[in-house]
């Protein structure tokens, strides 16, 4: 049974790699290059064929800027079934941008760094991987220093997003509030994602007039990261995007000991670490929720919702016993009941909880092996088995889709896979879980 999922799931890797040397997320919806998704790809393919991993990092590396900065997605092929494509997103318009890769002026999760330890973990041979993470660490590197460079203007150790698309979690009600505090202008342009997945699945026109009005603004600003800072609308601390930098500090750490004579990096690194740890303990953490949440640095407050980012500092070894103790209370109390497979993306006693929609309450692979893995880091061992087994039960049943609804009786029987199909990150993490 675990040989023919674990197969099904490389066919699905394999059916997406292409020969530029990456791997689209999903045909037809999603057909470049997305940094996130690639980092999980190639923890996939390390498991049996780790040439292709190393392509994966490999290409994504190739589309640097000359400041640190790498982009969501990168465009690598002429393709029009995917919108904003590089025509709207212009990344040309900042002047560190990639001369030879068009891309987004935008960024997602910083997961490389924890990746290539992961490939590391993963390698049977460990020398050859040590060459690849010699050849490749120090653009890692460089785009931690971007980013306490340009996306921490306090000084808190805090990295914002300028963009829900930066979160990875993009239609998620956190950001509700801020969008009502914006009015941005219709824009009469040709959605693509809805000719691919039904439209009840997806974000609503009105939340892509706010996704398109925030990148006009940043190319307003030839994607200027201080002008970004003092004038996007959207501006917010997200306790997932600084857990997935903590997580990958810390690999660099570790990767850059093994390499030797990198005592200056590594000193730089742990004084980032220190400073992120602090930063996300004291302003991330909400006692009354018991969780991390969201702080929106534009309009000075917190977003006081729990959401399976909420439990992702789990991963990088945020809090310590007890307050990881706290958070797993809270997943078990909020999204945990016997009716339910974890973890619900958005939290299922909300009002606003909606178990098809996207980022608004299915389960997520990605979140889910994460979470596993978090939970295993403190000894969660059963809550931990329960992620594991229900993702798998999940894909097993449905299929390798994108998302799933995270009701275990949603009415319609063996429906609960919702999105792309045969979604890489889905397959990918998976042969991680059966191993
Ligand atoms: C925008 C590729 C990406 C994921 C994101 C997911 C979705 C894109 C979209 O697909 O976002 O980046 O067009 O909806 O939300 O996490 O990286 O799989």
Not at 377 to 383: P, V
Request: glycine share 6%; with cysteine.
């Amino acid at each position: 049974m675990i040989e023919n999922l674990t197969q099904r799931a490389k066919e699905v890797l394999n059916g997406n790699f292409q020969a530029e040397g990456f791997t689209i997320p999903s045909k037809g919806l999603y057909p470049f290059q997305w940094k996130w998704d690639s980092g999980f790809i190639a923890i996939g393919f390390a498991h049996y064929d780790m040439e292709k991993a190393k392509a994966e990092i490999g290409t994504l590396l190739k589309a640097q800027w000359d400041n640190g900065f790498i982009p969501h997605i990168v465009f690598h092929t002429e393709n029009d079934s995917y919108f904003p494509g590089a025509d709207f997103h212009q990344s040309n318009l900042h002047p560190q941008s990639s001369k030879k890769y068009r891309s987004t002026g935008m960024t997602q999760p910083p997961v490389t760094g924890f990746v290539l330890q992961e490939m590391y973990r993963i390698a049977d041979d460990k020398q050859d991987l040590l060459r690849f993470i010699e050849e490749h660490i120090d653009k890692v590197y460089q785009n931690h220093a971007y980013f306490y460079t340009h996306r921490d203007p306090n000084n808190e150790g805090l990295m914002y997003i300028y963009h829900n698309w930066e979160s990875g979690t993009d239609n998620s009600p956190v950001w509700d509030a801020i969008w009502e505090t914006m009015n941005p202008p219709h824009y009469d342009v040709k959605r693509k994602d809805t000719t691919h997945v039904d439209v009840s699945q997806r974000p609503s026109n009105r939340e892509y007039d706010h996704y398109l009005y925030l990148i006009d603004i940043a190319k307003e600003h030839r994607y200027d990261d201080a002008k970004i800072a003092e004038l996007s609308p959207f501006l917010v601390q997200d306790p997932l995007f600084n857990a997935m930098l903590i997580k990958s500090n810390e690999a660099l750490i570790e990767l850059y000991g093994l390499i030797g004579n990198n005592t200056e990096k590594i000193r730089q690194l742990k004084q980032w670490q220190e400073k992120s740890i602090r930063g996300c303990n004291e302003k991330l953490f909400d006692e009354a929720l018991g969780a991390y949440v969201h702080y929106d640095l534009r309009n000075d407050r917190p977003i006081r919702h729990v959401t399976s980012s909420s439990f992702s500092p789990l991963f990088a070894k945020i809090p310590d016993q007890d307050r990881a103790a706290i958070l797993v209370k809270t997943m078990l109390e909020r999204f945990g009941g016997d009716d339910k497979y974890l973890c619900a993306s958005f939290d299922p006693t909300d009002e606003r909880f909606d178990p098809r929609k996207y980022w608004r309450g299915p389960v997520w692979i990605n979140m889910n092996w994460m979470l596993y893995y978090g939970l295993k880091n403190y000894g969660f061992l059963k809550i931990a088995e329960r992620m594991r087994k229900d993702s798998i039960e999940l894909i097993e049943r449905d299929g390798f889709y994108e998302y799933f609804d995270c009701r275990k009786d949603n009415g319609e029987p063996n429906r609960r896979g919702y999105g792309g199909s045969n979604f890489s990150w889905s397959a990918a993490l998976l042969i991680d879980l059966l191993k």
